[in-house]
């Protein structure tokens, strides 16, 4: 029975991730500050230590005698990072160097592998869809910027200090869990819990942007898959669908599955939003042995049974 340490495992997809650890046996120590997860969200039998990861005394102190880490916590909203630069850089990249420096093997034990959250905001505004993971990395946010130098930092970590990575791009990973309420959450839990309420849909921009969403099953299939192929080499993988799905397009097909027609308001473009991001599942389907991916009805059907 391994114990493994989930940062931001009290978040959307740390606590789908930890519930599965917990579920095929395993030990599970999470690292949360709890400021966008709750402890409502902790698994049962998970043992929880608050701190904040970008400190490297409470980050040295979670990862003692643990066999591999999942390093999730970070602040997801792209828009959020657009507002608060330099704080949200302290999360989302030196907290990984935190992380990665604590894997380092120390006093007779071995590095500790380690499977990280990157993103599809590392290749900024592609000139093709669907986008394989040798496509140039041109981050356009201050988020997109920061996981791309995760993965720079990871490359780092393998081929100076012997740490064993394994980055994953998700591209929109929604679920269950989701915050709804929060502005920063993700678009379906938003526009889910907004039809629920009989409440209009915000559309920034024209709506035809494209994004490809990813059921959190899959998210964390992937990093159960991950973990054990995590090596010096740092190897990163998308983590998608393969299928785009225009703003427009999922706003109607939240109609569909709640039963109402949505009501849009269209609102201004967001800074350094992205205006088509749609992946390859070749090389993560082949390397991760992954299954097909749930398909979104059915993943929207879960969402809104859960609000
Ligand atoms: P989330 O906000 O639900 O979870 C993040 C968790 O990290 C929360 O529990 C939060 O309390 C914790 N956290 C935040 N700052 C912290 C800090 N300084 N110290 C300790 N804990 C802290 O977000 P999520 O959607 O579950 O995202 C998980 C990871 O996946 C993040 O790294 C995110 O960037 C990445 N990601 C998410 C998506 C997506 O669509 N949701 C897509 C690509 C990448
Ligand atoms: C999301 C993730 C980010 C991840 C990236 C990978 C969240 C909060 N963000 O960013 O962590 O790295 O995918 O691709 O999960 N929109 C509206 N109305 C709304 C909310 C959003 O029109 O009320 C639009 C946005 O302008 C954007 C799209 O919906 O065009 C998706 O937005 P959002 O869910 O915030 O995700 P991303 O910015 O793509």
Known sequence: MALLLVT??????????????????????VLDDLSTGSRANLAPGATLVVGKVEDPETVRAAMEGVDGCFHLAAIASVARCTEAWL???RVNLSATI??????????????????????????????FCPLDEDAPARPLSA?????????LHARVAGQVHGVPTIGLRFFNVYGPRQDPRSPYSGVISIFCERLNRGLPLA??????????????ADV???????????????????VCTGQPSSLLDLSAAIGRACGQEPRL????????DIRHSVGSVLRARQALGLKPPVPLEEGLAAVIGWL
Do not use: W
């Open 220 to 238: 964390v299939a992937a990093l159960l898959a991950a973990l054990p192929m995590a090596e010096t080499g740092a190897p990163v993988f998308n």
């Open 203 to 216: 559309i920034h921009g024209d709506g035809r942007q494209t994004r490809d969403f990813v059921f959190v």
């Open 265 to 272: 308001e269209h609102q201004p473009a967001r800074l350094g």
């Open 98 to 127: 935190a992380v990665l420096d604590a894997a380092r093997a120390a006093f007779g034990r071995a590095a500790i592998p380690v499977a990280y959250a990157s993103s599809a905001a590392i290749y900024g505004m592609p000139e």
């Open 87 to 89: 704080e949200t850089h």
């Open 8 to 29: 931001g495992g009290c978040g959307f997809i740390g606590s789908h991730l930890t519930a599965a650890l917990l579920a095929r046996g395993d030990r599970v120590r």
């Open 143 to 151: 988020y997109g910027a920061d996981k791309l130098g995760c993965e």
